[in-house]
């Protein structure tokens, strides 16, 4: 640069965000019902939670899967509720801005319940990362649902995701019967 004289200057800014964000302001909660039939002590069913890698474009299971059992029945509903929230919160951590999906489902087992119909509906919802405010901390701007998922917003910085599976008990098929009428 020289004096009296006009010089373009180009300036090029690098932004690093510092602090990641973990989703402490987000449930993730469900119930299943069984309807057809009262729970037994020995039904059980399983469900996962998983988030969508786009790197891979996998389905990866986000921590451990979450087992309820009829002995766990409570109130007159038929409906037992689960809770992913401790599964969430310990195994994410938003490093980059972003859009993440979710999903939860119902797993199948081998070994199904006799008569039983598993809901086979898959609960998504998206968790929207961002730095709106450019203080180098992400923030979660959002949590929306991606289809049959309920998502609740009970305050400006927190939210619920409810989901609800319904498994269904009924009783097909033809049986022969004989009798006998004496007069």
Do not use: C
Request: aromatic share 10%; glycine share 6%; proline share 2%.
């Amino acid at each position: 640069i020289e004096a009296d004289k006009t010089a373009d200057v180009k300036t090029e800014n690098e932004y690093e965000y510092t602090t990641s964000v973990n989703p402490v302001n987000v449930t993730v909660e469900g119930t299943v019902i069984l309807t057809g039939r009262p729970w037994e002590d020995t039904d059980e069913f399983t469900f996962r939670m998983q988030k969508w890698n786009s790197e891979t474009n996998e389905w990866e299971q986000v921590g451990t899967d979450i087992t309820v059992n009829g002995s766990e029945v409570s109130g007159t509903n038929n409906s037992i509720g689960f809770d992913f929230t401790d599964i969430y919160r310990n195994n994410e951590e938003y490093s980059e801005i972003g859009s993440y999906l979710y999903r939860i489902v119902e797993i199948e087992p081998e070994d199904k319940i006799g008569g039983v119909t598993y809901d086979k509906t898959v609960h998504s919802f998206v968790v929207e990362v961002t730095d709106e405010d450019m203080d180098a901390a992400l923030e979660i701007k959002d949590v929306y649902s991606n289809g049959e998922t309920q998502v609740n917003k009970p305050s400006s910085d927190s939210y619920e995701v409810i989901v609800d599976f319904e498994n269904i008990y009924s009783t097909t098929g033809r049986q022969d019967v004989s009798i006998d009428i004496n007069k």
